[in-house]
T-cell receptor, first 112, second 112 residues
C-alpha cells in the first residue's frame, strides 16, 4: 500500500463549482498536513497547512483532516479558471526537519 | 514577500559530469531541503539540513549527492557523476521552526 494516495485525475469542472480534492494515507504517525498548488513546470506553492484533525478555512479554500479515517480533503469554493493547476497533498510525521511525503497530485481544470 | 530562489532554471549536462544546483532560502529560515520530481511522477524527498548538518536523507540521496551551506545565504546540491536517471526538476525548500515548507521555482536538470 502506498504511503499517500491521491487520484491523479484529470478533474474538469465548470467555473463557480465547488471542487473537492482528497488524499488517503496509511502512516498513522502523520500529524502535519499540507496542500500545495503546482502550475506546469513550476515549484509547489503552499496553500494550506494544518496540524492533526479538524478544519481550516482560508478564503475560498477549506482543508479538512480526519485522522481516524486517514483521509484529508481540500475544498475550493467559487472555483476560477486561475485555479486550474495540479494540487498536491503532502504530510509529515515530525515537526523538526520534517520530510514531506507527497501524493501523486490531482490535475484540475476549471472551465470558463 | 520573501521567496526561495534557485539557479540555474535549466541545466543541461553530459552523463558523468558534476553539477551544482544553487538555492537561496528565505533569510530567517533555519531548515533547508532538497526534493526532486521526475516528469510525470510525484515530488520525492532527498535530504533535509539543519544546523549545518544533514538531518535526514532518503535512499535516493546516495554517495553521489552532497549538500552544503557555504555561506549565510546559499544552499547547494552537488551531484558528482550524473546519470541519465538524474534528469528531473530539483526543488529547494526552506522552513522556519520546521513548520510549513516553502518551495523554490526549481531547476530542471537534463542529463544527456
Amino acid at each position: 500500500q502506498k504511503e499517500v494516495e491521491q487520484d491523479p485525475g484529470p478533474l474538469s469542472v465548470p467555473e463557480g463549482a465547488i471542487v473537492s480534492l482528497n488524499c488517503t494515507y496509511s502512516n498513522s504517525a502523520f500529524q502535519y498536513f499540507m496542500w500545495y498548488r503546482q502550475y506546469s513546470r513550476k515549484g509547489p506553492e503552499l496553500l494550506m497547512y494544518t496540524y492533526s484533525s479538524g478544519n481550516k478555512e482560508d478564503g475560498r479554500f477549506t482543508a479538512q483532516v480526519d485522522k481516524s479515517s486517514k483521509y484529508i480533503s481540500l475544498f475550493i469554493r467559487d472555483s476560477q479558471p486561475s485555479d486550474s493547476a495540479t494540487y498536491l497533498c503532502a504530510m509529515s510525521a515530525t515537526q523538526g526537519a520534517q520530510k514531506l511525503v507527497f501524493g501523486q497530485g490531482t490535475r484540475l481544470t476549471i472551465n470558463p | 514577500e520573501p521567496e526561495v530562489t534557485q539557479t540555474p532554471s535549466h541545466q543541461v549536462t553530459q552523463m558523468g559530469q558534476e553539477v551544482i544546483l544553487r538555492c537561496v532560502p528565505i533569510s530567517n529560515h533555519l531548515y533547508f531541503y532538497w526534493y526532486r520530481q521526475i516528469l510525470g511522477q510525484k515530488v520525492e524527498f532527498l535530504v533535509s539540513f539543519y544546523n549545518n548538518e544533514i538531518s535526514e536523507k532518503s535512499e535516493i540521496f546516495d554517495d553521489q549527492f552532497s549538500v552544503e551551506r557555504p555561506d549565510g545565504s546559499n544552499f547547494t546540491l552537488k551531484i558528482r557523476s550524473t546519470k541519465l536517471e538524474d534528469s528531473a526538476m530539483y526543488f529547494c525548500a526552506s522552513s522556519v521552526g520546521g513548520r510549513a515548507q516553502f518551495f523554490g521555482p526549481g531547476t530542471r536538470l537534463t542529463v544527456l
